[in-house]
């Protein structure tokens, strides 16, 4: 095992661990020492943090698991960690992250090129299936591809661009329950806690929950609620008095 910790102008990288086993453990590792080094950058450029959430990818979820969670062993990326598995699919992984890696510069011009004509073309094709609802009762059909789809128009399709909306066609109805659910979940995300918050002060909450509370010490309402042993009535309770407070 090999494990390197350092503290960088108040950035705390994390301890890299090579599992000699490889797998989920070790990709947790690679991806911890991915996020570390980009925000150290940040720091070194003063600019801001480069920050994944939950809805955005299981980058996201991973961090935030091991912030508000913590792991008494090796963590592991499964996708039954994510709430919203429609949402975080690989198909549309581009949508979700190439815009953020092209605010931290990670993403040359090259790669954002093929990624706006991909969202032009998609938009083409969604119009489409819009204007003529026929063809999309037809593509929800368990056996029909879109590629199959007679008259579709010519074009250089981006890769993955048919599959993008071949998918949003076929799930549109459960896809549009998770974004009411993502939507909930940012919500909760945009409630933030204040840094000096005491807890231990809020009536309604137990000594166990302010204890953990004051442990762990979420940002934010979403933060906390994904706290082991914080119940919904305490986030209830929280969110009542933050209300009142401010």
Not at 136 to 151: C, F, K, M, Q, V
């Amino acid at each position: 095992m090999l494990a390197l910790g350092a503290r960088v102008a108040g950035v705390a990288l994390p301890v890299f661990r090579a599992w000699r086993t490889g797998g989920p453990a070790a990709a947790t590792d690679f991806i911890q020492g991915l996020i570390a080094g980009l925000n150290a950058a940040c720091r070194v450029g003063k600019s801001d943090p480069m920050i994944v959430e939950r809805t955005e990818g299981y980058i996201g979820i991973l961090v935030s698991d091991l912030v508000t969670k913590g792991a008494d062993e090796p963590y592991r990326m499964f996708t039954s960690r994510a709430e919203f598995r429609l949402h975080l699919r690989i198909d549309n992984a581009d949508e979700r992250l190439t815009p953020l890696g092209r605010h931290a510069g990670l993403v040359s011009n090259e790669r954002w090129t093929l990624y706006t004509k991909k969202q032009v073309q998609k938009q083409q094709l969604r119009e489409l299936f819009d204007t003529q609802p026929s063809r999309a009762d037809w593509l929800r059909r368990p056996d029909s591809r879109i590629a199959n789809i007679p008259g579709l128009p010519a074009n250089d399709w981006v890769h993955g661009v048919l599959q993008t909306v071949e998918t949003e066609v076929k799930y549109a109805g459960y896809i549009a329950q998770q974004q009411k659910l993502v939507a909930r979940l940012r919500d909760s995300e945009a409630r933030r806690i204040p840094l000096d918050f005491s807890f231990r002060g809020v009536p309604g909450l137990s000594n166990e929950a302010s204890e953990k509370l004051g442990r762990v010490r979420p940002e934010t309402l979403g933060q906390a609620g994904r706290i082991p042993g914080i119940t919904p009535a305490a986030i209830a309770v929280l969110d009542v008095y933050l209300s009142l407070q401010q």
